[in-house]
């Protein structure tokens, strides 16, 4: 069972467009979501976060939007440039009752292509 | 700089072999995680440790162990490595997930 899923395995865009990559979730108890993004062979790195009781966190060229009725969030990326061609996994979890010990579920992963 | 140590970055074992992948991280983080990453599959936890000495199963544990004697430190093992355990392996850790969680660098396993 799926909790966290990515449904586009890639997505390519030109140096200087906008960049959507989607999340959509099935676990009505997540109240945390994350961004990461990962070059090959090395360890994903943390890029944006959202709490539940937002919908939406900017941190200079990424920003974040959570629907919680639809259970979808997406990272949009503006201008994208050829150095975020990368994998991005959305990531989401549970602090309900405490007892999430920090566990992240993640999503497949969208590969984004940056071209020049 | 918060840290997550990982023992090997590239690794090649045979079929039958018992394999350690070891794990340290530096910022007194109670929870410490080992993820598998494999394409079109995303990262799957396999294993997790809340504290010392204790452990929790993941959605793919089987094959593996895991031990957890030092805080800093989580282990994973593979009782007898087999070539569907070739994978890209991840180790985290956090307190919170909203208060950071971090990964190391992972490593390539291969295994013939």
């Known amino acids: 069972d799926q909790q966290v899923k990515q449904n586009s395995p890639s997505l390519s865009v030109q140096e200087g467009r906008i960049s959507i990559l989607n999340c959509d979730y099935t676990?009505?108890?997540?109240?945390?979501f994350l961004w990461y993004k990962k070059y090959p062979a090395e360890g994903p790195t943390f890029l944006i976060s959202i709490s539940s009781i937002k919908d939406k966190n900017e941190d200079g060229r990424f920003t974040v939007f959570l629907n919680k009725s639809a259970k979808h969030l997406s990272l949009h990326i503006v201008p994208s440039q050829p150095g975020d061609s990368a994998v991005y996994f959305c990531?989401?979890?549970?602090?309900?009752?405490?007892?999430?010990?920090?566990?992240?579920?993640f999503g497949q992963g969208t590969i984004l292509t940056v071209h020049p | 700089d918060v840290k997550v140590t990982q023992s090997s970055r590239y690794l090649v074992k045979r079929t039958g072999e018992k394999v350690f992948l070891e794990c340290v991280q530096d910022?007194?983080?109670?929870?410490m995680f080992w993820y598998r990453q494999d394409p079109g599959l995303g990262l799957r936890l396999i294993y997790f440790s809340y504290d010392v000495k204790m452990k929790e199963k993941g959605d793919i544990p089987e094959g593996y162990s895991v031990s957890r004697e030092k805080k800093e430190r989580f282990s994973l093992i593979l009782e007898s490595a087999s070539t569907n355990q070739t994978s890209m392996y991840l180790c985290?850790?956090?307190?919170?997930?909203?208060?950071?969680?971090?990964f190391g660098p992972g490593t390539r396993l291969t295994v013939t």
């Open positions: 985290a850790s956090s307190f919170l997930a909203s208060s950071g969680f971090y």
């Open positions: 910022m007194d983080h109670e929870n």
């Open positions: 676990n009505s108890m997540f109240d945390y």
């Open positions: 990531a989401a979890s549970s602090n309900a009752g405490g007892t999430s010990y920090g566990k992240l579920t």
